[in-house]
């Protein structure tokens, strides 16, 4: 048993993680890795195995999907890139940038804002909206009107907010896939659920892929549940029944909302890999991959990332706060490379209950990490994944040149 999965083992014993599953592979399309094991539900009475075809929720692993489905309404002349969206989304900046908020009237100061709000924007995160949840600012603006963070069923409920920033000149994480999956379903007059399956999940032989699950029995049946570890990160792990990773949404949320088992979402990474023209032209693959921010941008974005423990914990997926990073339509992109880890220009994100993904086409590596625990990536479980990472990586990615500041 390789020494990460030993780690992985131990972490299962010590009632930190109830299940998980990997899966690594390289650019020829082979499989290097596959390895499961726990339970997916520490619901009492609950024994069924944590395997490679249990069901997650994968959250912000979702975001991939979407900038794929962008990127093919824009190949099929549906969208532009660098047009206004106000047209198909009339209400995504209608109440401007709060600037403040005043306590003694309980409201929010709101500036006046036209900048145009457009695709690459949405995708890259450069659009001015923050995840209310994030925000100090946004998080009192929904208390002021007696919402909490996430509030509502629909992508416009609970994503039409006040921005943060003028669209262009900064980098927030926030609804941007959200609105631009709901930019596909109005441009191709489809649900996001029906787009994907069409073009992307029917494409790779995908069929454990969906926004509803509940709505395929044969996937409600194996899907994993949230559990949760401690205030500190740290176990034992105890079922979290009341916890809705949707917070009541019930609509394809592009940003947040897919399913999918860990054999599902693998052939994703490795289209990606080898940029499978059955999903995406060349120029859309080096469209989606390549880093989206300028200079002020991207120092936005490495700032945010280290503006505090948090923000390092949710977004920083366990890289070094000295390695710079930026942001592709696909995810973030490790600028330099991290030594025994991942090659210059490597992309990965994550989901919400510690999930992890990566495509390294220095190396032509790609792999995940799945499993279904909160706190958002907790770093006990985010370490297991590097160190996965890290494994697939010396056994497999050895002749591949890293620059980091760390080999400098």
Request: aromatic share 8%; charged share 20%; net charge negative.
């Amino acid at each position: 048993m390789p020494a990460f999965e030993q780690a992985y083992t131990d972490a299962i014993e010590a009632k930190i993680l109830p299940g998980y599953a990997l899966l690594a592979g390289d650019k020829h399309g082979q499989t290097l890795h596959a390895s499961a094991a726990g339970v997916q539900s520490l619901k009492p009475g609950s024994t069924r195995p944590f395997q490679l075809d249990t069901v997650c929720a994968i959250a912000s692993m979702t975001k991939l999907m979407t900038a794929i489905a962008a990127l093919q309404c824009v190949e099929r002349g549906l969208l532009d890139l660098d047009a206004s969206v106000k047209d198909r989304l009339p209400g995504i900046a209608r109440y401007g940038i709060i600037t403040g908020f005043d306590d003694e009237k309980n409201e929010a100061v709101l500036t006046p804002e036209a900048t145009p709000i457009t695709l690459r924007m949405l995708l890259a995160y450069t659009n001015g909206h923050e995840y209310d949840a994030l925000s100090p600012l946004l998080t009192k603006w929904r208390a002021s009107r007696g919402e909490t963070p996430g509030a509502g069923s629909t992508v416009e409920q609970k994503s039409t907010l006040p921005l943060v920033f003028a669209p262009g000149t900064s980098w927030r994480y926030g609804a941007g896939s959200d609105w631009a999956g709901k930019l596909i379903e109005r441009a191709s007059g489809q649900t996001l659920e029906t787009f994907m399956r069409a073009h992307i999940w029917t494409p790779l032989g995908i069929s454990d892929m969906t926004f509803f699950p509940h709505a395929r029995p044969a996937m409600a049946a194996r899907l994993a549940t949230i559990s949760t570890l401690d205030a500190q990160g740290a176990g034992p792990a105890a079922d979290a029944p009341d916890f809705d990773i949707l917070t009541g949404g019930t609509e394809c949320l592009g940003g947040v909302g897919a399913y999918a088992s860990t054999a599902a979402y693998f052939p994703l990474l490795q289209a990606v890999l080898r940029r499978d023209t059955a999903l995406l032209s060349p120029a859309s693959w080096t469209e989606l991959l390549r880093p989206q921010l300028d200079a002020r941008c991207k120092a936005e974005f490495n700032a945010y990332l280290t503006s505090s423990p948090l923000h390092m914990q949710y977004l920083g997926m366990g890289l070094p706060a000295s390695v710079v990073k930026t942001w592709s339509f696909a995810g973030m992109v490790c600028e330099e490379g991290v030594e025994g880890r991942m090659g210059k220009g490597a992309v990965m994100w994550g989901g919400l209950p510690s999930m992890a993904w990566w495509v390294d086409s220095e190396a032509g590596l790609c792999g995940v990490a799945a499993c279904q625990v909160m706190p958002p990536m907790a770093p006990v479980v985010m370490a297991l994944h590097e160190g996965f990472q890290r494994g697939v990586y010396g056994e497999y990615g050895m002749g591949v040149e890293v620059e980091s500041k760390e080999s400098r």
